[in-house]
């Protein structure tokens, strides 16, 4: 069973322009969550997504967003790239089922580098 | 953001010793969970706590909930090369929000 992917494994911007992040759930799972993880640091959580809709948002910025396409895959997109916005962003996926505390499952993460 | 509490935040140690590592928040969870780490990777799943007190193993890991439900330790046994990495405690607060700890980074020396 293929885990959670993202593509792109590496991006570098520069300051100003936008990132498009995309993350593929395991399959079955309609739970996308969104991380970020600045170097040093533990994970920060940035948006849930749930059967297309946004269900939880973390602390961070509007420019910050994302959304979840019918097939349950998910684009985060960061706008106005800032250079403390350079991170590892990992994606996680879970069943889904409603339940309140499902286990997230990681994909090996998108390492974005804004000059 | 909000973290918990790991300690220690680094362990060299040599291949097989035991390791034991924790995790202290001033919240309640309702479930624990720890994840490894490996560079450039993302976090993978080792072992879930979703009760008080519970102790649940994995192999040669073994992890428990504290009764306060503030707190969680990791123990692995016997340790081999291949655990090196980076451990991160995680926790549920709120509907589906996890919260990470800040990490143990693990060296075993050969």
């Known amino acids: 069973e293929a885990g959670v992917t993202q593509s792109p494994t590496h991006l570098i911007k520069t300051r100003g322009q936008q990132a498009t992040l995309r993350c593929s759930p395991i399959?079955?799972?309609?739970?996308v969550y969104w991380y970020q993880q600045a170097l040093g640091l533990g994970l920060q959580f940035l948006l849930w997504y749930d059967e297309g809709e946004e269900r939880n948002r973390g602390n961070f910025p509007p420019r910050f967003s994302g959304r979840q396409f019918p097939n349950y895959s998910s684009e985060l997109n960061v706008n106005a790239l800032e250079l403390e916005d350079s991170a590892l962003y990992l994606c996680?996926?879970?069943?889904?089922?409603?339940?309140?505390?499902?286990?997230?499952?990681f994909g090996p993460g998108t390492r974005l580098l804004v000059l | 953001g909000q973290q918990l509490n790991q300690s220690p935040q680094s362990m060299f140690i040599q291949e097989g010793e035991d390791v034991s590592m924790n995790c202290t928040s001033s919240?309640?969870?309702?479930?624990w969970l720890w994840y490894k780490q490996d560079p450039g990777e993302g976090p993978v799943l080792l072992i879930a706590l979703y009760k008080a007190g519970e102790l649940t193993s994995n192999g040669r890991l073994t992890a428990q909930f504290g009764i306060t439900r503030k707190d969680s330790f990791l123990n692995i046994s016997a340790s081999i090369p291949s655990d090196v990495g980076i451990y991160f405690c995680?926790?549920?607060?709120?509907?589906?929000?996890?919260?990470f700890g800040t990490g143990t980074r693990l060296l075993v020396s050969p």
């Open positions: 399959s079955g799972h309609t739970s």
């Open positions: 919240s309640i969870f309702n479930t």
């Open positions: 996680a996926s879970s069943i889904g089922q409603g339940g309140s505390q499902e286990t997230q499952y």
């Open positions: 995680a926790g549920h607060q709120g509907f589906q929000k996890l919260v």
